[in-house]
């Protein structure tokens, strides 16, 4: 009995595991706008949605707005801290 007994454990630690990440991926969130206002310099863009929402995003280390400005349609993917992950035309 006791030697079933770690492999169901493994097993449950592991399935665990595997559900804290799927939670984590999840948590990302999409917008398709247009940008109302950006800043390239501080990193921070508005953008308006289909449903006159405004979002106020800030970009990640990785991204680059300075390909982007007032007017432009975009779609931006961003996590929940409202940091956006990736930005296209």
Do not use: C, W
Not at 34 to 56: C, F, L, P, R, Y
């Amino acid at each position: 009995m006791k030697i079933l007994k770690k492999p169901v454990l493994m097993m449950a630690i592991a399935l665990l595991t595997i559900s804290f990440a799927v939670v984590s991926v999840s948590q990302a969130a999409e917008v398709k706008g247009t940008i109302v206002s950006i800043n390239a310099d501080i990193g921070e863009v508005g953008v308006q949605d289909q449903t006159g929402k405004m979002h106020t995003l800030a970009a990640g280390p990785e991204i680059d707005l300075k390909a982007f400005q007032k007017g432009d349609r975009v779609i931006i993917e961003y996590n929940k801290d409202m940091i956006i992950v990736s930005i296209s035309k």
